[in-house]
């Protein structure tokens, strides 16, 4: 698996207006593609109690998204959210609940709106390591 991801620009914008959208709540979703680069981009609602301050995407939604890129052979590449007042850095529930550790984890900062911050992680039993995204 590359160690950096190709992300198309229409699809990164989609993904800044759902942080937007979402704001002041946290918002999730999931990119999807082939060999590393991104095709696809699926919203996911943000199921958590306290969706300001953290995300857990919604079972039901997340089931469905699973089995949409199954059907169109595609593979999971980029686990993304928002966090709408804090840096672009995973925090330690983040980490904790890192399950995907081929998945880059990519996150977007709202704290100056009118500049996103977005930066993309890998995250392997606890160990946060920070990796490249290409904007194609
Ligand atoms: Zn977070």
Known sequence: MPD????PKPIFEE????????APNEACGILAGRNGSVSHIYRVKN??????????????????VQKNMRH?????????????KSEAYPSATDIKLAFYPDAAYLLVSLADPARPVARAFRITNGAVREIGYTLI
Do not use: T
């Open 15 to 22: 993904l800044l207006a759902h942080a937007r959208d979402e």
């Open 47 to 64: 199921g958590d109690p306290n969706p300001e301050i953290r995300y857990l995407m919604d079972n039901r939604e997340q089931l469905w």
């Open 4 to 7: 950096s991801v190709n992300i």
């Open 72 to 84: 169109n052979g595609l593979e999971l590449a980029v686990i993304y959210h928002s966090h709408p």
